[in-house]
């Protein structure tokens, strides 16, 4: 979906390494969630954000959502190789639409 | 099951026929969506449902794709005359609330149009 920009659309880490995995909007969002999928199964979801400002950690992973509610930012901590997989954040923009991002895809060397 | 459930989970179609995929959502979760998924590709939406009501269809990429929920639980994904480009990974999610709240997703249904 255009709705939703991820950057960056792949990645590759060697283990241990942080990374940051983003997600813009041009538009307000009225929640921000990020899920993570594998080859050939379906979305798990990871988190979710709804207030500007908002921050949530999960194990090895935080994500923010900025004050104006249009940018998100994943984080991954001492990255391991099950941390590898497609992450994709999703948004509810319309009020009852649903859109996700491009994806970005990790991979974890290790 | 606990989850949403979807079949088939693997489909292949000589291109033109006709398919069929199903999705059970959750007991009592009011909202139910459809997602395709090309390869390498994030989902795109197709369309959402309020218990029975087809309430947004705009997703839907042509007159040969239809959705339906008639009694507000399980629905069903219909694709008639398949193309090639209809391949792709065919998601359901549904949520408790109307609307969008934390939506489960069942494994998908990969379709293969040969």
């Known amino acids: 979906s255009q709705e939703l920009e991820q950057s960056p659309q792949s990645l590759i880490v060697q283990e241990g390494k942080n990374l940051t995995i983003n997600c813009t909007s041009s538009?307000?969002?009225?929640?921000l969630y990020w899920y993570k999928q594998k080859y050939g199964e379906g979305l798990i979801f990871l988190m979710m954000?709804?207030?500007?400002?908002e921050e949530k950690s999960h194990e090895k992973i935080t994500a923010k959502l900025d004050e104006k509610k249009q940018q998100s930012s994943l984080h991954i901590t001492a990255s391991q190789p099950s941390h590898a997989g497609i992450y994709l954040c999703?948004?509810?923009?319309?009020?009852?639409?649903?859109?996700f991002g491009t994806g970005t895809s990790l991979t974890v060397i290790p | 099951g606990a989850g949403v459930s979807q079949s088939p989970r693997y489909k292949v179609a000589k291109r033109g026929q006709d398919v069929a995929l199903r999705c059970d959502p959750i007991?009592?979760?009011?909202?139910l969506f459809w997602y395709q998924q090309a390869l390498g590709q994030g989902p795109e939406f197709l369309t959402y449902?309020?218990?029975?009501?087809?309430?947004?269809k705009s997703g839907l990429p042509s007159d040969r794709f239809f959705a339906e929920r008639p009694e507000g639980s399980v629905s069903t994904l219909k694709i008639q005359r398949t193309q090639q480009e209809d391949s792709a990974v065919y998601l359901c999610?549904?949520?408790?609330?109307?609307?969008?709240?934390?939506?489960?997703f069942g494994e998908g249904s990969r379709l293969t149009v040969l």
């Open positions: 999703g948004a509810d923009i319309t009020g009852n639409q649903f859109y």
């Open positions: 449902f309020q218990n029975e009501a087809q309430l947004d």
């Open positions: 999610a549904s949520s408790y609330l109307s609307g969008v709240e934390e939506l489960f």
């Open positions: 538009k307000t969002l009225y929640g």
């Open positions: 954000l709804q207030k500007g400002g």
């Open positions: 007991s009592g979760h009011v909202s």
